[in-house]
């Protein structure tokens, strides 16, 4: 049941940031079930990982367009490729590139 899954995710992810490759349709579809239930929204912090990029790729590039597909963050910030559209694999992949941009000078993560 929905409202089972709703709760073992709110324990799973107890107060930590979520951190998410265009994490915002995620986000939508937990809260679609999540608002009814408890009457609010997630209240996390969120940290997407194209933003995040965007941002550490726009000093290089300052007027020029930035390329935000997957396959193209992994390989700019060479990141081994584990394989697509696997959930587990997708959360390995975006937690490296999290913490490889978290780790540059120019990424100030709050």
């Not at 107060?15 to 079930?33: A, T």
């Not at 963050?73 to 490889?100: C, Q, R, S, V, W």
């Amino acid at each position: 049941e929905i409202d089972d899954v709703i709760i073992e995710f709110l324990n799973f992810i107890g107060n930590r940031p979520l951190v998410g490759y265009f994490l915002e349709f995620d986000i939508s579809m937990i809260n679609k079930y999540l608002k009814p239930k408890l009457g609010i929204t997630l209240p996390h912090k969120k940290f997407e990982v194209s933003e995040l990029y965007h941002d550490y790729k726009i000093e290089l590039i300052p007027q020029g367009h930035i390329d935000l597909r997957f396959n193209t963050i992994l390989e700019e910030l060479e990141i081994p490729n584990l394989g697509k559209h696997d959930a587990y694999n997708d959360a390995i992949m975006t937690a490296m590139i999290f913490i490889k941009l978290k780790n540059t000078k120019k990424i100030k993560i709050k």
